[in-house]
């Protein structure tokens, strides 16, 4: 079981980057995707999460990226993506992909059963 994170780096603030985590060994459709995030000295948070199947439902973002940050899935590639926008240096964090087997996605961490490695993003303002 692999996830692969990628995407990530330093932008002003205001700029945008878009994160991929390319999912393999494991039925990707069987699995919740979650975007967490964690900063220096901070808990681990659900940024944006997707139920599985066929992506149903609305998916769930955090308060503070609601309206910047959209999840998006591509089944056919194993692959979900968080386009971020409006970058502020409160993004900042190294962002980590993870999967959980099941239909709905929870915003508690450790219901998840894979992590990725991780990508670092940097927002200076």
């Known amino acids: 079981v692999q996830l692969v994170e990628s995407g990530g780096g330093l932008v002003q603030a205001g700029g945008s980057l878009r994160l991929s985590c390319a999912a393999s060994g494991f039925t990707f459709d069987d699995y919740a995707i979650g975007w967490f995030r964690q900063a220096p000295g901070k808990e681990r948070e659900g940024v944006s999460l997707?139920?599985?199947?066929?992506?149903?439902?609305?998916?769930y973002y955090a308060n503070s990226v609601k309206g910047r940050f959209t999840i998006s899935s591509d089944n056919a590639k194993n692959t979900v993506y968080l386009q971020m926008n409006s970058l502020k240096p409160e993004d900042t964090a190294v962002y980590y992909c993870?999967?959980?087997?099941?239909?709905?996605?929870?915003?508690?961490?450790?219901?998840?059963?894979?992590w990725g490695q991780g990508t670092q993003v940097t927002v200076s303002s």
């Open positions: 997707i139920n599985s199947r066929r992506r149903d439902g609305s998916p």
């Open positions: 993870a999967a959980r087997r099941g239909i709905y996605y929870y915003t508690n961490p450790d219901e998840y059963e894979y």
